[in-house]
T-cell receptor
């Protein structure tokens, strides 16, 4: 992938509300779009991913949507809980294996 | 099974010294990645390996940085003549396939501090 832009940089939500993070990419060869969650002082961990032949994927409270025409993809977290507080990174990758990560979104869920 | 491991976990060095960071990927993982993460910032892609070949080294910040990998196993990232701006957490990740469409498993990182 090439550049990946991620917005917003910080996101504060009330517990129970939804959170949405958006990313745009520029490399039309990108075909894999993972999302990682990084808690303070810990390593990033994959929470959900989507491949270019799929438009949407859902796993319990987390969903990702992909619009290849517009070159953007989004992470949706519903019914947010305090343990969802973390930094979330989007990324893209092409078939050659090079990954580019977004700058991250600090999500704070307040009780 | 064992995850990705990195050593040392912390390294404090003086400006101008060389450092070597080690990454042990998950056994059988073909692809290996190195990232740099400065405090409060995102993941900066440095280099990746398909087997022991590095197709793209353009992410390395300068010629003071180099990396190698032995077969499909251990990788070392070497920083020569360290500078204060090299201070960061260096993360290694591995994935099963080299096609770039598999989950990356991250190691705990090496926190490098250059005084």
């Amino acid at each position: 992938g090439e550049n990946v832009e991620q917005h917003p940089s910080t996101l504060s939500v009330q517990e129970g509300d939804s959170a949405v993070i958006k990313c745009t990419y520029s490399d039309s060869a990108s075909n894999y779009f993972p999302w990682y969650k990084q808690e303070l002082g810990k390593r990033p961990q994959l929470i959900i991913d989507i491949r270019s032949n799929v438009g949407e994927k859902k796993d319990q409270r987390i969903a990702v949507t992909l619009n290849k025409t517009a070159k953007h993809f989004s992470l949706h977290i519903t019914e947010t809980q305090p343990e969802d507080s973390a930094v979330y990174f989007c990324a893209d990758s092409d078939s050659w294996g090079k990954f580019q990560f977004g700058a991250g979104t600090q999500v704070v869920v307040t009780p | 099974g064992a995850g990705v491991s990195q050593s040392p976990s912390n390294k404090v060095t003086e400006k101008g010294k060389d450092v070597e960071l080690r990454c042990d990927p998950i056994s059988g993982h073909t692809a290996l990645y190195w990232y740099r993460q400065r405090l409060g910032q995102g993941l900066e892609f440095l280099i990746y390996f398909q087997g022991n070949s590095a197709p793209d080294k353009s992410g390395l910040p300068s010629d003071r940085f180099s990396a190698e990998r032995t077969g499909e196993s251990v990788s070392t990232l070497t920083i020569q003549r360290t500078q204060q701006e090299d201070s960061a957490v260096y993360l290694c990740a591995s994935s099963l396939a080299w096609q770039g469409s598999d989950e990356q498993f991250f190691g705990p990182g090496t926190r490098l501090t250059v005084l």
